[in-house]
């Protein structure tokens, strides 16, 4: 199977392409600059190379230079057109389900699972999103997971000391807040050996596409299999315990889907469970390392934040937790947060496909069928719209707000679901961290931006309880 997939890819692709553009001649569209590179590889080549460098938008500043903010390449097996406009890119995130539907490679699609959030269109995907967006409505559901939050951390750097590789670190923590928000499952033998199988998966996420058969692949396909099972058993009992009125009622994104009138079936909720897990695990993740990083590296930020926090915990007493209210009286961290975002771009964008012909400014048009690549990255990241744009700088943010170009969440009806969420599981960590500890970077460590935005080493620091330290 393996290999007539391959076969039909690489006959399809070029057969594709050319057509595409065949058409595209004949009707005199407009297609924006750019080249579509060799047969069948198209540019790929070009970009794995380029993102192997320190340079966070090697392969986009390249094009960009020659051919302007919107072009055309032929990446993974397709032809597409990259926008780095943020008029263009809001365009697209505006438009979704009417202009413009979303669109992942195969080898993406097959390890989330056909029904999970990010590939969902339509109805479907409205009710499950705003699912995820009341989630984070309520004031209990809010009171309640802070507290969470807030303890799963404490607990966690309650056993740090020496050396810590931090982004092993925040996984840990992202994965067992995840399961707790989600299924109410405390961190335990369980969820460790479910990580593991776990992060076979995400590491099938970052081969690229063009090796859809290799070994890593077929063992995160396989991985995939065993967490959906594993999931499945948890939601057949609760479903179970619903039934028969056993068991206290919880109050997680399990029970809220279980309770809906929605009538998902239990696959449904194993692919929207799996989504949930990938989206929040290596975003926050790494979130909360690179922010660590950048303030360790901006020394004046770094005390800035940490008078900010020593005041919040001063004011309360030795265990008592975070409230919502601590953590809207952050202002200078949660300019750290935009700035970490705004800098690191985890998600450096998103992909799309065109539903119809769209004229586009300039005169071009994307042709109906493309697909489309919006990157927040090389928005985020252009000169022309943040001053200084390459600079870890938190205080741009006390000067003026960015309108509406700044996306690190995306936008749209796609606005990422967890986007509150992400934020207080680092303010909290920053508060807890900063108070309790002060740490060097235990060896030189270097942003990488591909296969996804992380560090080389995993940020090794060595850390040390502060003497003064109110809580244990
Ligand atoms: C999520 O919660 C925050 C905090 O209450 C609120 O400001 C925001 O509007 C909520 N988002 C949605 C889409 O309901
Ligand atoms: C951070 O960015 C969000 C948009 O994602 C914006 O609404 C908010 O005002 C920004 N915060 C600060 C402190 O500038």
């Known amino acids: 199977m393996d290999a007539s997939l391959l076969l039909s890819l690489a006959l399809s692709a070029p057969l594709a392409t050319l057509l595409l553009l065949a058409v595209a001649r004949r009707f005199r569209w407009r297609l924006p600059p750019g080249s579509l590179g060799l047969p069948l590889i198209g540019e790929t080549l070009q970009l794995i190379t380029a993102y192997k460098t320190e340079n966070p938008e090697p392969f986009i500043d390249d094009r960009v230079r020659r051919h302007g903010p919107v072009f055309i390449t032929h990446v993974f097996g397709e032809p597409t057109v990259f926008s780095t406009d943020p008029e263009v890119n ?89 399961m707790k928000q989600l299924m ?65 009622p919880k109050s997680d994104m399990l029970a809220t889907l279980l309770v809906r009138d929605e009538r998902f079936s239990d696959e449904e909720i194993v692919d929207f469970l799996v989504a949930l897990l990938v989206a929040g695990y290596e975003t926050t993740s790494t979130l ?12 004046l930020a770094l005390a800035q934040l940490k008078e900010e926090q020593e005041e919040i915990s001063a004011k309360k007493d030795l265990l008592e937790g975070l409230e919502w209210i601590d953590y809207k009286s952050m202002p200078f961290t949660q300019c750290v947060v935009n700035e970490t975002l705004r800098v690191a771009n985890i998600v450096s964008g998103v992909f799309r496909r065109a539903m119809t012909d769209i004229p586009i400014k300039g005169g071009y048009v994307i042709p109906k069928g493309w697909k489309v690549f919006a990157s927040f990255r090389a928005v985020h990241l252009n000169p022309e719209n943040f001053k200084d744009a390459r600079k870890f700088d938190p205080w741009r943010w006390q000067k003026s707000s960015s309108g509406n170009i700044y996306t690190p969440f995306g936008g749209g009806p796609r606005l990422c679901p967890g986007y509150e969420l992400a934020r207080v599981i680092l303010s909290v960590f920053l508060n807890r961290l900063v108070t309790r500890f002060s740490w060097v970077p235990a060896e030189e460590d270097k942003l990488v931006f591909f296969p996804t935005t992380g560090t080389q080493k995993r940020y090794p620091i060595f850390v040390k309880q502060r003497e003064d330290s109110a809580w244990k």
Do not use: C
């Open 288 to 299: 909360m390392t690179l922010a660590v990083k950048f303030l360790t590296e901006t020394p």
């Open 184 to 248: 109410s499952i405390d961190p335990g033998e369980w969820t460790e050996s479910l990580r593991k199988e776990y992060l076979l998966v995400i590491e099938g996420f970052f081969t690229v596409p063009i090796t859809l058969v290799s070994a890593t692949y077929r063992r995160a396909i396989r991985a995939r299999t065993k967490v959906a099972e594993a999931l499945a058993v948890i939601v057949r009992q609760r479903r179970r315990e619903r039934e028969e009125e056993k068991g206290a």
């Open 90 to 178: 809001r365009l697209i995130l505006q438009n979704e389900g009417k202009l413009f539907e979303v669109s992942y490679p195969g080898s993406i699609s097959n390890l989330l699972g056909p029904r999970s959030l990010l590939l969902m269109k339509g109805e479907l995907h409205k009710r499950m999103h705003s699912l995820t967006m009341n989630f984070n409505g309520s004031a209990t559901i809010r009171r309640h997971f802070l507290l969470h939050i807030d303890r799963l951390i404490r607990l966690n750097l309650g056993s740090w000391s020496g050396r810590v590789l931090l982004m092993e670190e925040a996984k840990k923590i992202t994965f067992e807040l995840t």
